[in-house]
Every structure is written in C-alpha cells, then in structure tokens.
C-alpha cells in the first residue's frame, strides 16, 4: 500500500467525529462548511511539529499513537486560550515511508483526541519526507468574546490553571539518568496534554488576558504583556509545582526550572480584582486548580519574588530545560 488515497481511505476516513457544519469533508478538493451559529466568529490556528524538534526523535514507533494525540491536542490548547469552541481540523502530513503499524497507531492516537473535543478532520495532505505533522484547526467563538493576549490591565491578578514542569521533568529525564528515577508515570503528562477548552470557554466572559503555555510559563507570560503593554509582578513561590516536582529537594531551584518549563499546556490568564470570586465558583465547578501567580503592574518587567526577596531566572538551567 502506498497510494495518498489509500493512506487517506485508511486511516483518515473512519472513526473522527462527525463535527458540526460539514457539508463536504474529506475527498472533495476542498472542504465546504458551515459556521454553526451565523454571527459566530471564526478562530484559526495552526502548529508544525517535526521529529527531532517539537518531541524526541521517533525510532521504532513507540510513541506512534502519542504522537497523534499529541499533534492535535498543542493545537487545541490555542484554540482553549482564545476561549473557542473546536469546530474542524486539518492535517499535512509528512512521512519518511509508508508504514503501516506506524499509521494505525498514529491515527488511533489522533482519532482518540479528536473524538474527546469532538472536532471532525475535513481535509489535509500527505507527502514523503521528514516526519513532520502540521495540523490547522478552527474553532468559533460568539462575537466579541475571543480571548486576546492583549486585554490585561493594570492590576489585573495573573492566575495558572493545573501545575507546572511534569512535562518538562520528563523530558529532561530522557537525557539524564540520575533525573529519570521517579519521573516514569509523566510520560502521559509529555505526550497526551489536556488542551483546557472548557476552562477557555468559560474564561470569554471572565478573563481580561490569556495564553496558553507551551514554551514555559515566563516565556508565555511575557508575550501577553507585550500585548496588553504592561509589566508583572510575581511570586514564585506560589507557582504549583507538579507532584513530581514537590519532592525536590531544592525548593527555590525546582520554582525556577517550573518557570522556564514548557509543554504543560496550561492556561496563563489575567483577570480583574472583583471577578475573583466567580472564579474560585468556576474552579470548583470545573474541577480544576487555579492559582494566583501574580499581579499586573505598569512598565515592562517582569519582577519575580521568593519569599520577597528578587530572584533572577538565569543561570538556573531553565534554558536547558525549556529545550
Ligand atoms: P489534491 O491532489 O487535490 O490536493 P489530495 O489527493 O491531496 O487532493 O487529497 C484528497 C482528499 O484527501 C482531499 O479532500 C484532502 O483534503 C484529503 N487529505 C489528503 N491528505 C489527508 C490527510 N493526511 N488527512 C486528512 N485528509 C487528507
Ligand atoms: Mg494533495
């Protein structure tokens, strides 16, 4: 088997959601969709992820279905921090050869992430060469109410939902022995994150801010204050450290690593003082941890406290461990 249209018949086809709007998925030259609700607006986001760079190298296929899930759940998290609803995706598939065990795995990883968000797979291409997914989703959102980085204002509470650095720790754990003890069980945390829509979508008409975490908490932070124009303060000793994390013994060390961790895919949002208690609601709701990191301030800083004393990020390794 090596034809794009019996790949595609194959493993492309059967199990996805059905969606919302499709007229004509998948075997046409284009799709043809139909926003569900007229007046919503239209969210579009799109993520490339190539072997060796966005995720460790893949031989023998081990992480095959992973990285299905993988590929569509990194984007989902942009669709989670603009508050949007997942409504179809796209996928561009790159692959070295064509191998079967490799794509009903990848497939199954990918169908099983797509069934959770219930967004359906209308269209994509397939072509040999270099591992590489880049997928595009789309998602709506009523009027007005996408979630912008830019919206932050000053003295708003910046607040994390989940905890930070598992995926990191793991990553890290690859390369060196001495870290791998007691990091088995965060492999899952890599490698199947949970992009946060219904956090997202209940945020529309709460948070003022928002992006969502993938090249580490500070890294993030930064560009949603770029865009609102604003500085932050925040204390690192409130950041929530991942269960594996709490045990380290270096407590003001494990903070920083967590600061510059990437891959959780958590949300980072800003949110004014009087909203506060509708989001404590929200997180019992939800179930879900929310934690106030910080506060917004005038200026271009970031200033990171431990324990009230200033600290500075670098020469922690967080560098390295960001990858
Ligand atoms: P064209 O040659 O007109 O670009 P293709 O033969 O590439 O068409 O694709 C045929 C159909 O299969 C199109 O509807 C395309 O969107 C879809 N498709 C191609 N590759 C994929 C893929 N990896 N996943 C999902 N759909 C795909
Ligand atoms: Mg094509």
């Known amino acids: 088997m090596t034809g794009e249209s019996e790949i595609i018949e194959r493993y492309f086809r059967q199990g996805f959601a059905d969606g919302r709007g499709v007229r004509t998925g998948i075997g046409d030259d ?47 998290s942009d669709l989670a921090a603009m508050g949007a609803e997942p409504l179809w995706f796209t996928l561009a598939l790159t692959l070295p050869s064509v191998d079967e065990d490799w794509l009903e795995a990848f497939s199954s990883g990918l169908r099983e992430c797509a069934v959770e968000a219930n967004i359906a797979l209308v269209g994509g291409d397939t072509c040999r060469g270099p591992l590489a997914c880049t997928i595009q989703v789309i998602g709506s959102v009523p009027p007005g109410q996408a979630l912008l980085r830019s919206g932050a ?17 793991w990553i890290q754990g690859l390369e060196s022995a001495e870290h791998a003890v007691g990091l088995a069980g965060l492999e899952a945390r890599f490698w199947r994150p949970a992009a946060q829509l219904a956090l997202g979508k209940r945020l529309r008409t709460l948070a003022s801010a928002a992006i969502d975490i993938s090249d580490g908490l500070v890294r993030d932070l930064a560009r949603l204050l770029r865009a609102s124009r604003l500085g932050a303060r925040l204390r690192l000793e409130d950041l929530p450290l991942c269960e594996t994390l709490r045990k380290f013994a270096d407590r003001e060390q494990t903070l920083k690593m967590a600061a510059g961790a990437g891959d959780d895919y958590q949300l980072c949002f800003t949110i004014a003082d009087d909203k506060q208690q509708e989001l404590e609601r929200l997180a019992s709701e939800l179930d879900i941890r929310l934690t106030r990191i910080g506060l917004t301030t005038t200026g271009e800083n970031i200033d990171i406290f431990y324990h009230d004393r200033l600290v500075s990020l670098e020469h922690t390794g967080f560098n390295h461990f960001a990858g």
């Open 30 to 76: 284009g799709a043809v969709l139909r926003a569900p609700v007229g007046a919503d607006e239209i969210v579009v986001s799109c993520d490339t992820l190539v072997d060796g760079v966005h995720f460790p190298k893949q031989e023998g296929g081990r992480h095959a279905a992973d990285l299905g899930y993988r590929c569509l759940a990194v984007n989902l």
């Open 153 to 169: 204002a000053v003295g708003d509470a910046i607040y994390v939902s989940g905890d930070l650095g598992a995926a990191a720790a």
